[in-house]
């Protein structure tokens, strides 16, 4: 038997180097995971929408309920007085989160066996809470008061959504 020993030490070494280049490939490391649960965002009503005590007359006209000037009328209605007032919402949820806020754009007042009268609504909604995961929310509004409008208590309401 005849063994080239060239051959045979250029085999061993190919052999050698496939050995160690698959073993020098191989590596692992570990990976880290987390999740922050944040707060519940909450809404909650502090401080009821009133247009307050007015007198109709014989022209329509509007009430106007505005959260940063207060309340003024125009056209055919006289402000009386009641216990005008914006409507405040606190909103509480997670520190320095953006929030979306919902307003419904209208609300309609009704009093039994009278024409309903609607609002448009307006709002002073920021886009975050608070560094300390508070917001407050006013809202005020234009009522369309009727001419002649029927005599009575009128009561409606209306939806604020705040959603992370």
Do not use: E, W
Request: net charge neutral; no cysteine; charged share 5%.
């Amino acid at each position: 038997m005849h063994f080239d020993l060239k051959k045979l030490a250029a085999i061993g070494a190919v052999a050698a180097i496939a050995l160690t280049a698959s073993q020098a490939q191989a590596a692992s490391a570990t990976g880290d995971a987390s999740v922050t649960i944040a707060a519940p965002v909450a809404v909650s009503q502090t401080t009821a929408l009133s247009f307050g005590t007015v007198a109709p007359s014989a022209s329509a006209g509007t009430v106007t309920m505005d959260f940063a000037n207060g309340r003024t009328a125009g056209g055919g209605v006289t402000l009386l007085g009641g216990s005008p007032a914006s409507g405040v919402f606190a909103v509480t949820g997670q520190a320095s989160q953006a929030v979306t806020v919902t307003v419904s754009p209208t609300v309609t007042l009704s009093s039994a066996g009278n024409t309903d009268m609607s609002a448009s609504l307006t709002n002073n909604a920021g886009s975050a809470l608070s560094g300390a995961g508070a917001m407050t929310i006013n809202v005020g509004g234009t009522l369309s008061v009727g001419a002649n409008q029927g005599t009575g208590t009128y009561n409606g309401t209306y939806t604020v959504t705040v959603n992370y």
